[in-house]
């Protein structure tokens, strides 16, 4: 067990370009989330996904954000055009099968995303 | 709706002092609430997690929390500092019942004197 990876750790680049990011959760996990967490505030979610079957998204996630499992392993998170106000740490994270109570979410490093 | 109100943006205690973190939160169901800290350039660690079990629950490297229903509270504490402990702690809430995204306070970022 590896723990959540995710890659790049790091991301720079210039408005209007488009980034992905990509999370590879535990193996055994099949709940992934996505958060995202600016500069002193705590991380908001964004979406999650149970298997391949991507089950909420926040208001949060404009047009320009998608996020994919398509397998029901790892998962990416696109920004299109992005914006200044997209600067910011993405974080994802994974826990056990549903139906256990009060599942724990494991997280991983995260990628920060500077928006010049 | 789910909330969580962490009081105090900064915390400073001495080393071998009290540690204590304040977190409030509001839901319209029992909830589940946890404790991560978070230390720099990194993601974040469970410290302990409390769901409708005891209501003193222990966690990791000496810290605990009590949940009381009453005061809608969820405090985390530790009964001495260690230098290590500095980082960034943030309180969350989820409703569970297969709705299991958290919501998070604001944090509360935790200094020791030496």
């Known amino acids: 067990d590896t723990g959540v990876s995710q890659d790049p750790r790091h991301k720079i680049t210039k408005r209007g370009q488009n980034v992905t990011f990509r999370c590879d959760p535990i193996?055994?996990?099949?709940?992934l989330y996505w958060y995202r967490q600016t500069l002193g505030q705590g991380p908001e979610f964004l979406t999650y996904?149970?298997?391949?079957?991507?089950?909420?998204k926040s208001r949060l996630l404009s047009d320009r954000f998608s996020a994919e499992r398509p397998k029901g392993s790892f998962s990416t998170l696109e920004i299109q055009r992005t914006e200044q106000g997209d600067s910011a740490m993405y974080l994802c994270a994974s826990s056990s099968p549903a139906g256990r109570r009060g599942n724990e979410q494991f997280f991983g490093p995260g990628t920060r995303l500077t928006v010049l | 709706a789910q909330s969580v109100t962490q009081l105090g943006s900064h915390v400073s205690v001495s080393e071998g002092a009290l540690v204590l973190l304040r977190c409030n939160y509001s839901s319209s169901v029992p909830p589940y609430l946890f404790w991560y800290v978070q230390y720099p350039n990194q993601g974040l660690q469970l410290l302990l997690k409390?769901?409708?079990?005891?209501?003193l629950v222990k966690g990791i490297n000496g810290f605990e929390a009590e949940f009381k229903k009453s005061e809608t509270s969820f405090h985390l504490t530790k009964p001495s500092a260690h230098m290590s402990d500095a980082a960034e702690y943030f309180c969350?809430?989820?409703?569970?019942?297969?709705?299991?995204?958290?919501?998070f306070g604001t944090g509360t970022r935790l200094t020791i004197i030496p």
């Open positions: 969350a809430v989820s409703e569970g019942g297969g709705n299991e995204k958290l919501t």
């Open positions: 409390y769901t409708s079990a005891a209501t």
């Open positions: 193996s055994e996990h099949n709940r």
């Open positions: 996904f149970q298997n391949e079957a991507q089950l909420e």
